[in-house]
C-alpha cells in the first residue's frame, strides 16, 4: 500500500491548512489512519488519528479544538483540517496507516504503511 500527502505550504499564523492523504493499493477501509509531524530538530509526534469507520478519533493535546480529521473511505482519502496555525504548527506532516482498524493511538509503532510527507510551513 501506497500513501500520499499533499496540501502543505506556506500560511501566515493564524491561517488555514487542509491536509490530504491518498491511499493506493490498498482499501482505506481496512486501515486505520494517522497524522504525525516532525518540527526541523525534533522527533517525529503524533498529531491525530481515525479509525477505519471515522467514528473514533483522537488528537495530540497540543492540535486538539484547532484541527480535524475525517475520511471518506470510498474516496481512500484522509484529510487534516487545521486552522488557527501557529508558528509551532511548522513541520513535514506524515501521513500513516495502520493496520488495526481500531486503533487510534499515538504509537508510531501500530502504524505500519507511512508516507512521504508534505511541508508546512507558518510565518508570524
Known amino acids: 500500500v501506497q500513501l500520499q500527502a499533499s496540501g502543505g505550504g506556506l500560511v501566515q499564523a493564524g491561517g488555514s491548512l487542509n491536509l490530504s492523504c491518498v491511499i493506493s493499493?490498498?482499501?482505506?477501509?481496512?486501515?486505520?489512519m494517522g497524522w504525525f509531524r516532525q518540527a526541523p530538530g525534533k522527533e517525529r509526534e503524533f498529531v491525530a488519528a481515525i479509525a477505519w469507520s471515522g467514528t473514533m478519533k483522537n488528537y495530540a493535546e497540543s492540535v486538539k479544538g484547532r484541527s480535524t480529521i475525517s475520511r471518506d473511505n470510498a474516496k481512500n482519502t484522509v484529510w487534516l483540517q487545521m486552522n488557527s496555525l501557529k508558528i509551532e504548527d511548522t513541520a513535514v506532516y506524515y501521513c500513516a496507516a495502520g493496520d488495526h482498524p481500531y486503533y487510534t493511538g499515538s504509537s508510531e509503532s501500530n502504524y505500519n504503511h507511512w508516507g512521504q510527507g508534505t511541508l508546512v510551513t507558518v510565518s508570524s
Open positions: 493499493g490498498g482499501f482505506l477501509s481496512t486501515y486505520a
